[in-house]
């Protein structure tokens, strides 16, 4: 009965309710685009911009009309680059709760990009239907608990505290995979539900998030769908000068790129040209 769904259930086009949003959603065969919603004043590339509620959904309208097939809202920054400030829970909560809801009711799958158990559950409860963790469920304790409970699908992206240059950040990458991927089957979270990110520009230098988009293929030994989030990333600064609103086409060739070594899903702000792009290359890939 609708009326007695966990509103972060989707039902599917016969009207029974889906527990199983990834595979539906990786069951289309084209690279899927997550579009960024950030309802903070200090995220890196566009902090302050969508904080308004009204903003916040006028821009998740405007994605979803563009073609994004996920939907990630965060409320807290995560800034890749160090000066994040905590936002504490009430404050996150604050942020997400007049937006969460209106834009689950779009009918695009939501993530939530939040490091905190506590708002990820009640994200889940109130439209949310995947939790996307920048700390792998290695940061909060008790998130790998609240993923498993609800039965949804989980991001695990890869972090360090400090970026060091001297190590092998493919090695390293790896190693915090299957750490989290412990974590997740002990907290009984279906390997189903679970999707790898490199976490392009967390904890890494320049070089390293661009090794970790020309060697993505070493990770797809995991067997698991791979995101990639290199939009308006700095490392595009460092081939090409440029402020984060005008890397756009440094964007685009590092999303294309990464598809092309088996990103399945890529993490963007700017949804129409990435959904262009994407297209046009497909239809290149298939006029060989
Ligand atoms: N990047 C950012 C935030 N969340 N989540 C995943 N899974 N992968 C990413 O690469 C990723 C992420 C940083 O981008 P943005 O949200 O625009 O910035 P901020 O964290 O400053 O809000």
Request: hydrophobic share 50%.
């Amino acid at each position: 009965m609708a009326a007695n769904l966990n509103p972060g259930t989707r039902l599917l086009a016969n009207g029974a309710p889906s527990t199983d949003v990834l595979a539906e959603l990786l069951a289309t065969p084209h690279p899927l685009v997550m579009g960024v919603v950030n309802v903070t004043p200090d995220s890196f590339s566009d902090g302050g911009r969508f904080l308004d509620p009204q903003a916040a959904i006028a821009q998740a309208r405007r994605l979803a009309a563009e073609g994004a097939d996920i939907l990630d809202i965060g409320a807290e920054s995560t800034r890749p680059y160090g000066g994040a400030l905590p936002v504490p829970r009430e404050e996150e909560h604050a942020r997400l709760a007049p937006v969460l809801p209106a834009v689950a009711a779009l009918g695009i799958p939501v993530s939530v990009d939040t490091l905190k158990a506590d708002i990820a559950a009640w994200a889940l409860d109130n439209g949310a239907a995947i939790v996307n963790d920048v700390w792998g469920l290695q940061g909060d304790p008790d998130m790998a608990g609240v993923v498993a409970a609800a039965g949804a699908p989980v991001i695990i992206m890869h972090n360090r505290h400090s970026a060091d240059p001297v190590i092998d950040i493919i090695a390293d990458v790896t190693a915090f995979f299957t750490r989290s991927l412990d974590i997740a089957a002990r907290a009984g979270i279906a390997r189903k539900n679970i999707v790898l990110d490199p976490g392009i520009g967390f904890g890494k230098t320049q070089e390293q998030s661009m090794r970790c988009i020309a060697r993505l293929d070493a990770f797809r030994a995991f067997g698991l769908p791979l995101l990639v989030g290199a939009s308006r990333k700095r490392f595009i600064s460092t081939v090409s000068p440029s402020a984060p609103a005008e890397r756009l086409g440094g964007s685009l060739a590092a999303h294309l790129l990464a598809v092309e070594h088996g990103a399945r899903i890529v993490r963007v702000h700017d949804v129409a040209p990435t959904v262009q792009a994407l297209a046009v290359a497909a239809a290149i890939g298939r006029a060989r």
